[in-house]
């Protein structure tokens, strides 16, 4: 069964960084573009950074760019996202799927929250 999940994330002030790890399980990340989406409060999810299958091709949402780096580890079933220069409005739980994402909503995790707040 395909799983993720999600960790690393939390509280910090404006301009500081935090990195993000997922963990999938159920299916081999290396056949597929890999994507971190983020949640905002009340609002809709939206993917923030892909990467292709052997990390060839790399894209960041713009309010993005610049800040996050996305990067992936095919034989740990592992992609990271490094944040920098965190802004309020990067408040939102963020998770990781493929890209597109599974189509079965049991393959979401829990996600891992960040809260940009001084």
């Known amino acids: 069964q395909v799983h993720h999940v999600e960790s690393g994330g939390g509280l910090v002030q404006p301009g500081g960084s935090l990195t993000l790890s997922c963990v999938a399980s159920?299916?081999?990340?290396?056949?597929?573009?890999m994507s971190w989406y983020r949640q905002p409060p009340g609002k809709e999810r939206e993917w923030t950074s892909i990467?292709?299958?052997?990390?060839?091709?790399?894209i960041h949402r713009d309010a993005v760019k610049g800040r996050f780096t996305i990067s992936r580890d095919n034989a740990k079933n592992t992609v990271t996202l490094q944040m920098n220069d965190l802004k309020p409005e990067d408040t939102a739980v963020y998770l990781c799927?493929?890209?597109?994402?599974?189509?079965?909503?049991?393959?979401w995790g829990q996600g891992t929250q960040v809260t940009v707040s001084s």
């Open positions: 799927n493929k890209f597109p994402p599974f189509s079965d909503s049991n393959s």
């Open positions: 159920g299916f081999n990340i290396s056949l597929y573009a």
């Open positions: 990467i292709h299958a052997h990390g060839d091709r790399i």
